[in-house]
């Protein structure tokens, strides 16, 4: 097995895990910090446009951490320093 | 074992994997989101409105990380640029 | 052990492993929602019509992360790139 | 060991797991909205018609989980594409 | 080690682990379904048949997917279409 | 290695693992189903005839499971019908 | 490592795996079954009779599947059928 | 490594571990049923001869699998058969 | 490496774990009954008599099952049959 | 298999799996903090902008931790010292 | 690799394993009973001996569990029979 | 495979771990703080300034530990002895 | 590999697994300590004597086990009997 | 691969794995001191002082673990008995 293709596999399989198990955190707070805000609302529903808010700006706060994970994903597939230097000298030499 | 046959086991195998344990966690979260809902609207009927519209917004969240694990299997599916990468190196030989 | 007999082992693996992985967060997150709609339904029989509306918006976007999966070993065995490639080369050659 | 043992022998091995693995969360499920059900019609004997008739809907939902895990076992065993292909090549030659 | 013998093999292995780990979730379903009856059957006597009734369906329920890891662990053992085919081939010959 | 002693030493153990682990599941769901009994019986000392009832019926259901995991180990035990086609096959050459 | 040895080497492991494992279960749930009868026992002494009855049913029932553990690690140790096959072929030939 | 020395290592093994894993399950019962006694006790002093009188029966009970596992661990160091019978191979030869 | 020394080896490791492992359980149970014991004697300082007798007898039973593991260990290291059973091989011959 | 190759392997690795997993512990803490603010929010509507500073503050650092995992991926991608150490030494000789 | 080193390395190896593993179980333990004794304390400072005393038993009993590992692992670097016999062989010859 | 080479792969690897895994503990409990300070806040707003002042000094002895990760990983990406070691050794040479 | 080495690095990797896995124990159980001291002391603010002499007793009995784990790991590190038994092995001959 | 290498592979990862092993259970008792803590303030405001007394010595003794683990990590990388002998050997010879 030669170089490129180990390169290739590791990415492949870094790529998918890295994905998979990254955006079970995210995930599982979004569904917290929804469960949280609709049970919030249904007790005070005269603070919703605070609670709307603050929710929002939480969700975006922890979705960064799923863009995280998804960002390193893409660059492991499509911007690979290893890949492109092994390519470069795969067509060089 | 040639490279391309390993790719293209790696290829599959981590798409499965990602879909399979990456569907886990929104499947959770939305799970006790609609759950939290489900109370919240037994418990204060009059706020529905609200409450289903924050729910649609946070099942939208959640469902992006979701999304993004499909997303990685089809690109490592039909859009793997290892394999093709690969196959124009074998075909062109 | 040759390349298209790596490949169909890996897949039946995958498809297998994917649905059966991957439907046990859907079936907990079903069984979460309806449990909830049960209960929200004992305490608040009048509300029964939104909660029964928002109960099955709430389980089709759960079963949707189900399908993603049913969707990526149905792929893996009856729509395999990899393996058509293989066939393609193997009864080609 | 020959290719069409392999994939025989994986086959056996992706089937059972697949049902063995994939019915626990649907079985956890059940359990969990007959248990809701029971102690919901208890509280409110008389929503009985509205908790069971969600109770079946919810259940036939859940149900469907373990029969996506059951149907790729019978695929698996029954009309798996790459024993037949693999048939076919052996009894081709 | 011969292809008849590992197929064996695998079989006895998968069935064994099929039934041992697949009636775990019944199990607990079921036990939690009596459980709440139970409790159920003691703060509500009055509804001791409606109880009583879908307590036996959502048993029935349980079961199934209790049934469906027996049933695949019997095909293998006892009509493995794999088996049957290596039987085939080895008397053929 | 050869065939009979694999198959032997695979039955051995897979009947020993089926039933260690299968029976946790009925073991604590009865645990589960007698002491809630023994909670029920406390509190509705009136109902304990119905409750005795149901106990015993579903104590006979989540039997049933260890039943099956017992059968599975019996069966490949003393009539393994991969072990006894193997001595079929010694005894005859 | 000849065919006798290797089956005496499993079926060691087995017997005591599968009673060191499969008493876990009974064990935890013969302790919850007895500490729920004393709570009950506490909360309503004048039940005392039926509660110790149904508790001693219960146990009954649980230490059964104790048993099924013990009785097969027993039948590996001391009946073990294939052991008494290799027995029966080393002393004849 | 001749078939003496391993049927003694792995009968070391599983004794050691039969031993240390088996007696996990009746300690966390014990604790937890003298611990609810304690409880009882402290709650309904008056029945505290039922109390401890059930505490000592179900401690026999659950005191009953820790044995079971001490038998097999003792059978397996000082009375193993498959060990005698290697000795009386070996001491015969 | 000779018989004597894996003996020896397998003996070392497996006393080590069977005590490491093993007195967790009762070390968990006597913490919960001491722990039970303390609230009890809070809630009910009358009844301490009957308390820190009932506690002596528990912690004497739990205690009982850390001392199997003890023994054995004890046992592995002391007055291990089979590694008695090879010093008296290797000093024989 | 060559140095650089496996350097570029296990730095691709580590990468993914440090943002992989490094990202659940904040994900899961922020997905907390957000929700307690909203019970917060809701239950003590006045102290909005002090419960919001403190929320902001506290998200802050806990994306540091997050951050940190990024960077340690970003170094090992972008700046990994033992890689420029490998080029160098590459293109050089 | 010869014995001695062998024995040396699995005797570390076990020393250090068991002390690890075997204090996690009565730290858990200590820290819970002094918890609860400090809730006990502040709920009925009156009974301020009784508890005191009792969980000084409490501890000491706990603590036993953790000197028989510590004392195992001891026994295992500065007594070890095994080692000695080692070392008794090696110098007599 | 070369010793620097295997060094700095270890290295690598280490790094990434130590960073991924040591911050979840600190992250979990930053999470924790930082949620009870707001359901502290929402409590007791008049006691903010003390509230908040502990926050911080406990927010900074959780960082610590996270930092104690990070520096461990930085000395061995950046200030590593045994690379600094082996380059001087290769170099000298 | 030679026989000092090996005992050096089974020395090192025990030594750091020690003391990392058996320090996580006595954390907890401080931080459980403290705790329940801190909310004891809300509680019953007059028992601050009483509660803080038992803290700091119980605080010495749990710092002791973690102190068993850093004594066997830096036994293993600078007084390990079997490194000196090695080094003298080697510098006498 | 040498004996220096080695030492310096396991040294790296070891030290890698206590710290971040070893801190997170500190981390995770310092958030549930300092939470607490908080919890007590909001409570209690006028025990302010003897609860953040009482906080900063546990969180010193807590820290304590940490700073174990810490250590054990520096021992390992900056001042390693067997790398020093090593260190030695190679360069006296």
Not at 12 to 41: K, W
Not at 47 to 59: E, K, N
Not at 85 to 91: P, R, V
Request: aromatic residues 8%.
């Amino acid at each position: 097995m030669d170089s490129m293709t180990l390169i290739a596999v590791i990415s492949i399989f870094t790529a998918g895990i890295t994905t998979g198990i990254g955006t079970m955190g995210p995930a599982f707070s979004e569904g917290r910090a929804v469960a949280t805000a609709l049970t919030s609302l249904a007790q005070q529903p005269d603070a919703s446009a605070t609670i709307t808010r603050t929710l929002f700006v939480g969700l975006a706060m922890i979705e960064s951490t799923a863009i995280y994970c998804f960002v390193v994903s893409m660059i492991l597939i499509f911007a690979n320093p290893f890949w492109n230097h092994a390519i470069t000298l795969g067509s060089g030499s």
